[in-house]
Nanobody, 123 residues
Framework: QVQLVESGGGLVQAGGSLRLSCEFS????????MGWYRQAPGKQRDLVAG???????KYADSVKGRFTISRDDAKKMVYLQMNSLRPEDTAVYYC?????????????????WGRGTQVTVSS
């Protein structure tokens, strides 16, 4: 069964840190790119950070210098270390794998998104 499972979210005060984890399984394909996305209420789901199999990373301008994405292909895991969190980082965070690093907005290898993990940052 192909699936994505995100975890690690929670409630944190502004300035705090969280580490999100994403476990991907059920696919026999080598995954080139993995990304973390977030969706706040009433807004679209946007890329937060992405990483290729070579370790090349991409970050949204709003999180540069604060968030770090990493991956462990042996464990089929992708992580997002989030530091200096701000109230505007509040959202549900998801992971997925775009077919092409030329378009981080999709289409995606995993047709079904996971449940995501809620991150809430209080001021």
């Amino acid at each position: 069964q192909v699936q994505l499972v995100e975890s690690g979210g929670g409630l944190v005060q502004a300035g705090g840190s969280l580490r999100l984890s994403c476990e991907f399984s059920g696919t026999r394909f080598n995954i080139n790119a993995m990304g973390w996305y977030r969706q706040a209420p009433g807004k679209q789901r946007d890329l937060v950070a992405g990483i290729t199999v070579r370790g090349t990373t991409k970050y949204a301008d709003s999180v540069k210098g604060r968030f770090t994405i990493s991956r462990d292909d042996a464990k089929k895991m992708v992580y997002l270390q989030m530091n200096s969190l701000r109230p505007e980082d509040t959202a549900v965070y998801y992971c997925n794998a775009p077919f092409s690093t030329g378009n981080w907005s999709g289409p995606f290898l995993f047709a079904s998104w996971g449940r995501g993990t809620q991150v809430t940052v209080s001021s």
